[in-house]
């Protein structure tokens, strides 16, 4: 008799978990999605945390780029480029150009002397696709005349 009882018993118990395995294999599967999207997105936003920085390290070397050469322009050295520059064909600035301006000069007197002010400013914009980064450059300058 507890042959019998142990058996049926045991039937019993079998036969209350049919299904359960599909439920805990539905569950992981949910999971492992989640897990999967997630990484997705964290990629997504790292390739484009990426091309940030990539394209404003370009255009602040676009905007020093302008501010040298308007500051090279006023002091004579000379400059072909002076108020705008688009660089096309030139090799890690492609799609970047600069605007720069100056302010000045202005005459200030201090004491007995007399010194020349400028305020030199230059704008670099780099765009790729439909992303466009810009970053300003500000120099100011003072010559003792």
């Known amino acids: 008799m507890s042959l019998e009882l142990n058996s049926t018993h045991l039937l019993v118990r079998h036969s209350c978990q049919k299904g359960s395995m599909l439920v805990i294999a539905l ?3 949910i999971v492992f999605a989640l897990l999967g999207l997630t990484m997705t997105r964290l990629l997504s936003a790292s390739s484009n945390t990426i091309i ?3 394209l404003g390290q370009r255009a602040l070397n676009a905007a020093r780029a302008g501010v040298e050469c308007a500051v090279a322009n006023e002091f004579g050295a000379g400059c072909s480029h002076p108020n705008l520059r688009v660089f096309d064909g030139v090799a890690g600035l492609e799609g970047c150009e600069y605007s720069a301006a100056m302010n000045g000069p202005k005459t200030i007197v201090d004491g007995a002397k007399n010194l020349t002010y400028w305020t030199f400013s230059s704008t670099g914009k780099c765009k790729a696709g439909s992303t466009v980064v810009n970053r300003t ?5 003072i010559q003792d005349d």
């Open 52 to 54: 940030h920085e990539v």
């Open 137 to 141: 450059v500000y120099v100011d300058g």
């Open 27 to 29: 569950f992981v599967i």
